[in-house]
Structures are given as structure tokens and as C-alpha cells.
């Protein structure tokens, strides 16, 4: 599932945005990936949630909610550091938090490892090509 | 937190009274003992994950005791069990295979409740299964074995002989009784310790609690740490005769309000330290979890530290799929035609190649017209471990119709197949939740996408 949203939305911007500057469509591709790990896990968790419903929001709303983590920067607990991570971890109870630091961080690795395998497959392509030329 | 210990605990309890219970009320069922077993399992369910509950609730919607009388429930009964056992087993895995997989178990379509199994096929051969006790200690046994347990299961009939010999009424209850213990293994408290040990203090005359009055006072607030709570835990029976005079001055009436809690003998049983207790509980299974799950964590004692490299790790995590993403945009464009040239080259080589034999026979898969499904069902095996997945994968392709759709999707699977194949296994089950994607997607109006996707 989580592949299979990766993959298809990866080959979404690829034909809506070929030749769009860089950090743009790298931009897009990390939102993919991100969207594509809350698709796959449970819409229960909250940083489901949290991802998609900071999909949809407008900017302004971002540009707000960015002042206000600006104030909760003041104090630093590790406990802290962690709700900042776990997106929407930030009104959620210390118990609630590591469960969902668990889900997530395993869907993240998850994440990583089917993109790395992409970039491998892409950059064997790559050679492939490059060989046959 | 309160609320949620009575939970979980209340559930033991349920347990345990059943146990002796169903074995007694089996051949005359009636519905307010189905109706508990009910309770029991959702609050089971509400204790291990959420995605269960799409499972337990669908069959728990349609009126108890309808069709089928006994045999039903407890079949459902024991579907609940086994999702409870397999979402507390299987962590890592996303639970909605096993619920799928579970299901397939039972050789019912996805979303029908068990009952239809009777209506389905009145065959005689095929009544035993569903009563039978013994299918329940073997389905828990592949569930927790999901793949030694697989390949048998994907055998076409379900195993019905083995079954048939395993079961008869009175492995009803060892057959609950082992799932019980593990469950209890599960929640790694060593349930029995508070349990047997508030037995005692009931049962123990209260002379005695005047004489060991002074002890357990002075005990009580050392106890109330962390750490004190650990050691005691461990020394388990060594230190247990000690402990137990000790605390046989708790007065019988506290231990009777609150034997549904998990309070252990010398522990403060009012609710705020209870509740505290639970949710110290919790996070320290968490943070084992967690522990598991962080590469160079489990040597690290103390959880401030790590906390510390669980944050690193996750901040690790965020950072490569920023890198990641930087890679794939610098890499992306050029190969977007290419790859679908690999892809149908790949097709060939693996339509020659076979390397392992179709597993047994699906007799689902002889319906199935397209040519690329079939080839794909011969290579599923490569990918998934699981057998009971397999069956789930098939069971969706009864209509010909649909394969069609497939395959017209299948091309771009397949040659990311590959690459798993090449790469490693970890992507296994990410394709096979590709595959059932795929399917899900193409009829989302035959099967609720829930019990799928999760």
C-alpha cells in the first residue's frame, strides 16, 4: 500500500512536473512519501491525521501555526523534542505519544527503505542506459 | 486512565469466568452468554490495537444467537481471540493482513460473518470445523506461527482431518486456557502473580493481618517507586513468602474492591496510583518496543537516554527521506519512459523462470482467465512468506471479470517486484499490500476497503 501510493504519486510528479526547479519537486516528492506512510497506516494514529490534515490546510494557516511553535520553542524537554517530531504529537499525552513515536518510526523506516530501493533501481536504470549508449 | 485499567483488567477477569463457563454452556447456547463473550473480546480489542475492531465488528453485527446457535459463536468467539493474539503478536507488521488473513482461515468471503460458513455448506464433513475447539488451539498455534501454519492452510481444504481428530469438547477449555496464558505472556506482567497472590489474601484469615499491620505500613510508601516496584516483581517467588505476610495486612475489603486491578500485593491500591501504575506500565512497554526498534538501543539503560537516541533516530529517519526525496527529484525524470520498457522485459524473464512450484492448488485460481494472474499467483509465493496472506490474496479473484482489471494494473507491479526480488525482503509486504491495493482498488464496492486496507 504505502509503495504503491509512493509509486504512483511519484510517477504523478514526474509527468504534471518534469521540468519544475529542484527543490520543488523534491519538495513534492518528501510530501509524497509522507502522505503515501499515512495512507498505509491506521487512520486511527494521530500522525495520520496530522499529515493529512496538514495537507490540506491553506498557507496561511501553516504561516500561523509556525509562529506558534516558534513560542513552545522556549522550553526544551526531551519529551518535547519528541512531540515536536511525531507530527501531531504536540497535544497528545506522554503514553499516547510513544505509541505513536513507535508507529510512526516504523512506517518511517519503512519509508526510507522503499526509497532507497527506488533510487537504487533508478540509478542501475541509469547505468544500464548509459552502457547500451 | 482509570477507566482504562478497569478495562483491561475487567477483561481478565471475563476471562477467566468464561473459560469454565463455555465449556458448560456449549450444547445449549443461549444469547445472553454470547452477549458476554462479546463484551469481553470488544474490550480485548479496545485493549491491543484499533484495527481489530473492523474485524470483531462485523461479525458481532448480526443478531447473536440468529443462525447456526453454538457453533457460530463460537467460531466468532474465536476469531476475536485469534485478532487479539495475532495484533499483540505481530507489531511490525500492518495488522490488516492478518485480519484478512484470519478471515481467509475460515474460507469465508472477506466480509461475511462466520455463520454463513453453515449456511454456505451444509455439508456434514464440513460442520465439524466450525464447533470444533481443537481448530481454535491450531488456528492460535498458525497465528503466532503465521508461517510455519501458512502452507497448510493454503492447502485447499483447510485441514479439516487434523481438526477432526483434535477436537472434542472438553479441549474446549485447554484450548482457551492456552490461549489465555499467552495472552497473559503477551502483556508480559506475569498475570498470575497478582492474581494468585490476591486469592491468598482473600482467603487468609485476618488474624494475621494484625500482626504484619506495622510491616506493610512501613513498606507501603517504599514501595510506590519505580524501582522497588521492579525488583519485587522479579524476585517474584523468592521474595513471595516474605511479601506475603507483609501483606495480608491489607484489609480483605480493598483487595475485594480492586481485584479487578492489577494490584499486586504491598502496592497502594487507591485509583490515582493504580491508574499511575498502569500508565508507568504502559510507557515502559512502549519504550520497549521502541527499544526493539531503535538499531544500537537495546544496550542503553535509562530512558532519558533513550528517549534521547529514539528522538536522534527518528530525526535520522526524517532527514534521509528529506535526502531521499532531494535523489529521487535529481534522478526521477529521465527514467519515466524506461521504466516501463524494463518492466515488460522483466515480464518475460519471469514467466520463464519459475523458480519455486505453484503452491497447492487454489481452486479459485483455476477461474481465473488472464494469463498475467495467473503468472503472478505463481510468483506470489516468492514474495510472501505467508501463506495465509496468499489466500487472502487469491480469494478476491472468483470473479474473472475482475482479473481483467488486474491486469491491466499488473504490469508496473511486476517490475517493481523485481526489484524487491533483487533487493532484499523487506519489501515483501509492502508488494504484497501493493497487490491487494490493486485489487481493493478495483472493487471497492465488493469489499469494504476496511478490511483490507485497515
Known sequence: MQTYHFLRSLAHINLTTP??????????????????????ASPRRMWTRAILSRLQLHRRARLLRRQRSYKKKAISTPHDKLRRLVPGGEEMDFCRL????????????????????????????????EEKV | MEKEAFFGNSTVINWQMRSPDAAASLPNMNSGHVNIVWDQTIDQSAKFGSALSSLVSSPSSNPPAAAGGGDSVVIRELIGR??????????????????????????????????????????PAHMPFSADPGFVERAARCSTFGCSGGGSHGGGQFMFPEVEKLGNAPEESCGSGNAKKRKAVMKGKGKEAPLSSSITAVTNPPKKASVGGLNAKR????????????SARQDGDAASKKMEEEQIAKPPEAVKDYIHVRARRGQATDSHSLAERVRREKISERMKLLQDLVPGCSKVTGKAVMLDEIINYVQLLQRQVEFLSMKLATVNPQLDFNMENFVNKDMDIHQNCGLLPPQPVYPLEATASSFSFANLSERTPLISINGLELQSQVNPFSQPSLSRNLSMQLPPLEGFADTACQLGTFWDDDLRTVVQMGFSHNQENLFSSQSFQG
Open chain 1, 19 to 40: 521540468s519544475s526547479p529542484l527543490h520543488r519537486r523534491s519538495r513534492a516528492i518528501r510530501r509524497a512519501a509522507y502522505v503515501s506512510m499515512a495512507r498505509a
Open chain 1, 98 to 129: 510513544l505509541e505513536e513515536t513507535v508507529d510512526y518510526a516504523e512506517f518511517l523506516s519503512k519509508q526510507v527503505r522503499i526509497m532507497e530501493s527506488v533510487v537504487d533501481f533508478m540509478e542501475a536504470e541509469c547505468k544500464k542506459k
Open chain 2, 82 to 123: 485469534l485478532g487479539s493474539i495475532c495484533n499483540s503478536d505481530e507489531i511490525s507488521a500492518p495488522s490488516s493482513h492478518y485480519q484478512s488473513a484470519n478471515n481467509s482461515c475460515y474460507s469465508t468471503p472477506m466480509n461475511s460473518p462466520p455463520k454463513l460458513n453453515l449456511s454456505i455448506f451444509p455439508n
Open chain 2, 219 to 230: 513498606s507501603k510508601p517504599s514501595e510506590k517507586t519505580g524501582i522497588e516496584e521492579e
